[in-house]
């Protein structure tokens, strides 16, 4: 499919490229949808296989995006950046970072940037030394490493998916298996293990597997074997696409509950047999938003408060979607994206106004 067909076929509004000879940055930013307001989403640095690789995660991540924005209540759009790495674990410059900031500039606030995957606060720091439009940074610009409030809303989403199954909402002995433990899956670990839980964990990355052995007793398993674990619910925090038609039967686990974006390859078909083999999927756009909520809130100007309820909500809004899922036979990622798209068709009636006022709660 060309750009174009993806974009009319997902309803895109601008994709726009950019290519900066001086730091040799190469980058695309995504605007999926501004209904409810300027789109936040974080800047990924990868080495993509071929450019259609890096529109095709794009596009999808910042339509992940919108959804994400719309179902936490926020009146935010959609849209996220990639930078095409020359190869792979390319190291960042401050050049590199100052270009992508002067592109993101451009959107007049239009899309605003933050971390992804390797972006850190150091590059967003950067980026903000061009441009308002970022959030995440600690000095030049503001909110520092959404991680951790990304991690505790992965958590309370768990506490919903548990009620869900009728269990109780507690960890003590409950077995989390951890597919990787960087920034957010760390935390998770971290605030599952002081809650009691059992906990399994994989990484590809020798350091911060021997980080995870500072939080306590983790057992350590390899990355082949741990979307397979047999355990209450596995956790993908590395990349999306995890879940996909060879594996998805497979799985040993009751719940699925994660942050990272995307965990299924196909949501549409892979939700069915998921749902089938009698999992519990919590949808990664709903269990991740701490995030964005965050980082949303405080560009919004939201309180320290209503930013901290705002993540207490993931609870009981992801219960709300189960319950309407099970309610109607309905795949947990269908019953999401509805009610995101019952947001935005909500949000997009009001004025801009009104939705700033809190108009588009949860
Ligand atoms: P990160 O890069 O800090 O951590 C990812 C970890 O996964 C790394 O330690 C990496 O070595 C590991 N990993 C990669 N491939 C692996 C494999 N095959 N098996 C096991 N481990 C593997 O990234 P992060 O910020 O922790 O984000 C994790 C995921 O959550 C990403 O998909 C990201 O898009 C998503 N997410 C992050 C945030 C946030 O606030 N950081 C918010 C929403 C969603």
């Not at 174009?4 to 309803?11: L, P, S, T, W, Y």
């Not at 300027?38 to 993509?48: F, I, M, Q, S």
């Amino acid at each position: 499919m060309t750009t174009f067909e993806q974009m009319i076929e997902h309803g895109h509004e601008r994709v726009c490229f950019h290519q900066d000879p001086e730091s040799g940055l190469r980058a695309i930013v995504a605007i999926h949808s501004t209904v409810l307001g300027n789109a936040l989403g974080g800047t990924r640095r990868w080495c993509y296989a071929t450019e259609a690789d890096a529109v095709h995660d794009v596009l999808r991540l910042s339509e992940g995006m919108t959804y994400k924005a719309a179902a936490a209540g926020l009146p935010m759009g959609g849209g996220k950046s990639v930078i095409m790495l020359p190869k792979p674990r390319h190291q960042p410059t401050e050049a590199e970072a100052r270009a992508m900031g002067r592109f993101v500039d451009t959107f007049n606030g239009a899309y605003i940037a933050a971390e992804d995957v390797g972006v850190n606060t150091q590059f967003v720091d950067w980026m903000a030394m061009e441009t308002n439009h970022v959030m995440g940074g600690e000095t030049v610009s503001v909110g520092g490493d959404p991680s951790p409030y990304t991690a505790r809303g992965v958590v309370n989403a768990m506490r919903g998916s548990l009620s869900q199954l009728g269990r109780p909402v507690d960890f003590s002995g409950v077995h989390v298996a951890i597919q990787g433990v960087g920034s957010v899956g760390y935390n998770i670990a971290r605030i599952l293990h002081e809650e009691g839980a059992t906990l399994t964990v994989a990484d590809i990355n020798e350091d911060n597997i021997k980080r995870i052995h500072s939080i306590g007793d983790v057992t350590i398993t390899d990355p082949e074997s741990i979307l397979t674990t047999s355990c209450d619910i596995l956790a993908p925090c590395a990349l999306g696409g995890v879940i996909d038609g060879k594996n998805a039967s497979k799985l040993r686990c009751k719940i699925v509950c994660g942050a990272a974006n995307n965990i299924l390859d196909d949501p549409d078909e892979d939700s069915v047999v998921v749902k089938n083999a009698g999992i519990l999927y919590a949808p990664d756009f709903v269990a991740n938003a701490g995030g964005l909520i965050r980082l949303a809130g405080l560009y919004l100007g939201m309180s320290e408060g209503e930013l901290n309820q705002k993540i207490e909500d993931i609870e009981p809004t992801l219960r709300q979607i189960l319950a309407d899922a099970e309610q109607h036979g309905m795949t947990a990622h269908a019953a999401a994206i509805k009610f995101a798209r019952e947001k935005i068709e909500e949000g997009g009636k009001k004025s801009s106004v009104e939705r700033m006022a809190g108009g588009q709660s949860a």
